[in-house]
């Protein structure tokens, strides 16, 4: 049966099936309590087929408390749920990571796991996988096709699988030797070529409703080539995040339209802007003013579909809006790694703000200036 307790905290429990309801409830729960039987407090819990019995003569709740204690430490030990599958246990972790990150943190992660390994180790016992059976997903996945990058990202969601079953005692094993396969390459990026690099920095026009206008966007997609932003980012951004030639990313709008803090950890970052960077950003500011949103963008997909509309007007191999960000990785690559990583927020090194805002007072300026006649050189500038 559901416990009651369960079905009012947790509408979603009446989702899993017989069995993982079942797990999870014999998952090291204590149903009873101590009872004093005039000399003693006593006892009595079952796990894994086994009973046992736990006392304390105590007088006085302490007693109970003291006896209920032991029961619960012998429940909490070991590895609890030797039944359990792995579809079963995965449907609950899915279901913690859903709780704890934003919806498109979260679908693709449901989508690895439901379609890559599922089919693979789902009927298995979760106290019985091997670095072998995980093994085999990855290599499978290899074989079908997939990219180096997708290939970690399963890899890391199985290892925070096994994790989730570790912290719920559920097993004790650690994946140690997962290996991507050799042979699997980052899928190819593509980049605006200097030519088109050009265009977009000489024509201002596009077409709606089958008349040469200006683009309302045209300033967002120069100052994504120009920084390196991610899309949702650019959208996130407001001129109040704008200080002194210093731009602080510290939001994101993803395609669901909902505003997070970014990728990840390092999304939320500081950089000075290059000349050129600037340029655009006055230019906009003559447009929209300085309040609100800089760019003025209603989705990431209005954003998508007029951006590939200003290529096919002007000539250009449409790519997609996170390309552009490529584009800026390959114009700077000249420069050391560390700086670059620090401009599309893959430092390890940006807790906060103010440390790396007090960093920016002499590097930045010079990276910016170094970014900027990276540019100018390849648009025939320097």
Not at 175 to 200: C, F, H, M, S, W
Not at 239 to 244: K, Q, S, T
Not at 319 to 333: D, M, N, P, Q, W
Request: charged content about 20%; overall charge positive.
């Amino acid at each position: 049966t559901i416990p009651p307790s369960h079905l009012v905290l947790y509408p979603f429990w009446a989702g899993f099936s017989s069995y993982t309801q079942e797990v999870i409830t014999h998952m090291g729960k204590r149903t009873n309590t101590a009872t004093w039987n005039g000399k003693q407090w006593r006892i009595a819990v079952q796990k894994d087929g086994q009973r046992r019995y736990f006392y304390s003569s105590t007088q006085g709740r302490a007693g109970q408390r003291e006896a209920n204690a032991k029961a619960d430490a012998w429940l909490d030990s070991g590895v609890c749920a030797k039944g359990a599958r792995v579809a079963d246990i995965g449907a609950l972790w899915l279901r913690s990571v859903e709780l704890s990150t934003s919806t498109d943190n979260y679908r693709p992660l449901e989508s690895r796991w439901r379609v890559w390994v599922l089919p693979i180790i789902g009927t298995k016992k979760v106290d019985r996988l091997t670095d072998q059976d995980l093994q085999d997903v990855l290599n499978l996945a290899h074989a079908a096709g997939k990219s180096r990058k997708t290939l970690k990202s399963i890899a890391a969601d199985m290892r925070a699988f096994c994790k989730y079953c570790r912290k719920s005692k559920i097993s004790a094993y650690e994946p140690e030797e997962l290996t991507i396969p050799a042979g699997a390459r980052y899928k190819g990026k593509n980049v605006l070529q200097p030519d088109e690099l050009a265009v977009l920095f000489s024509s201002d026009t596009t077409t709606f409703n089958r008349q040469r206008v200006p683009d309302p966007y045209i300033n967002a997609y120069r100052f994504q080539v120009l920084t390196g932003l991610r899309p949702g980012e650019l959208l996130g951004l407001r001129w109040e995040d704008v200080h002194g030639g210093v731009v602080y990313i510290c939001r994101s709008i993803n395609q669901l339209g909902e505003e997070t803090q970014g990728k990840n950890q390092n999304a939320v970052r500081s950089f000075a802007l290059s000349a050129r960077a600037w340029a655009v950003l006055e230019d906009q500011h003559r447009i929209t003013g300085n309040t609100g949103s800089v760019f003025r963008i209603n989705n990431q997909h209005h954003y998508h579909t007029r951006w590939w509309a200003y290529c096919r007007t002007n000539g250009i191999v449409p790519i997609s809006t996170y390309e552009l960000r490529h584009t800026f990785v390959s114009v700077a690559k000249t420069l050391p790694a560390g700086e670059v990583k620090g401009l599309v927020g893959h430092s390890q090194d940006m807790d906060t703000f103010g440390v790396y805002g007090h960093a920016l007072t002499g590097d930045a300026e010079n990276t910016a200036q170094a970014v900027n006649a990276a540019f100018d050189k390849l648009l025939g500038e320097g």
